[in-house]
C-alpha cells in the first residue's frame, strides 16, 4: 500500500483495492475491516519507526493507535465500501477517513433531503434544484462526494450535523472514478495556525 500524505504533512494514509472477498456481505466487512486494521497499525509503524502499535477503539467507539507502554494514542480512521478500503493516522489530533461506491442504483432521495435539506433560506427551493440536479447526475457524484465529508467530520469530531462544513480541513479524495471519498482532520489547536 502505499503512504499518501495529507494536509501539510500532518496526517499520513493509504488505500487498497481487495479481491477474493467472501460473497456474503457481512463475511466481507468483516474481512476488509480485519485487514485494514493491520494495514493501518503497517502503515503507522512505517511512517513513525514505531514498533508494536495496535488498534484500539475507545468506550464510544473511536479508533486509535495505541503506542507501546504508556505513549498514549494516534488519531486513526477506518473506511472501506465494497472491495476497496482507506486508513489513515496522524500524530497529533484527530482525523477522519471516508469512502463510498457510487451506485448509480441506490434510491437517494431521503438521504438526500436529510443531507442538504431544511437548512437553508429557502429549503423548498434548493431542494427542488438539488434533485433536479441529481436526476441529472446518474453517478449522483455530488451527494456521494459529500456523504461523504459529512461522515468524515463524524468520524473526526463526533459531530454529527450535515450542515457543518470543515473547508479548510477537509481533503477530497479523487483516487477511484467509480468512488467518493474525503478526510477530515483536527489538529492540535497549537499546530493550526
Sequence with gaps: MQILSAFEGRVFW????LENLPENRLER???????????????????TGEGNLTYHRDDAGKPALRRAGDGGFYG???????????????????IGIDIEYRDP???IARLEKWLFGGRRE???????????????????SD?????????????CTGINDPALRLPSDTVY???WPDYAG????????????
Design 143 to 155: 451527494f456521494y462526494q459529500q456523504w461523504c465529508v459529512y461522515e468524515a467530520i463524524f468520524k
Design 29 to 47: 466487512r468483516k474481512a476488509t475491516s480485519d485487514i485494514a486494521r493491520i494495514a493501518l497499525c503497517d502503515l503507522a509503524g512505517k511512517v
Design 76 to 94: 486513526a480512521s477506518i473506511s472501506h465500501s465494497r472491495d476497496i478500503f482507506a486508513v489513515a493516522f496522524c500524530p497529533d489530533g484527530s
Design 173 to 175: 479524495l479523487d483516487e
Design 182 to 193: 474525503a478526510m477530515v482532520w483536527q489538529g492540535d489547536a497549537a499546530l493550526v495556525e
Design 105 to 107: 442504483t441506490r434510491k
Design 14 to 17: 493509504g488505500w487498497k483495492r
Design 122 to 140: 429557502n429549503p423548498n427551493l434548493d431542494d427542488a434544484a438539488r434533485m433536479d440536479a441529481l436526476a441529472k447526475d446518474p453517478g449522483q
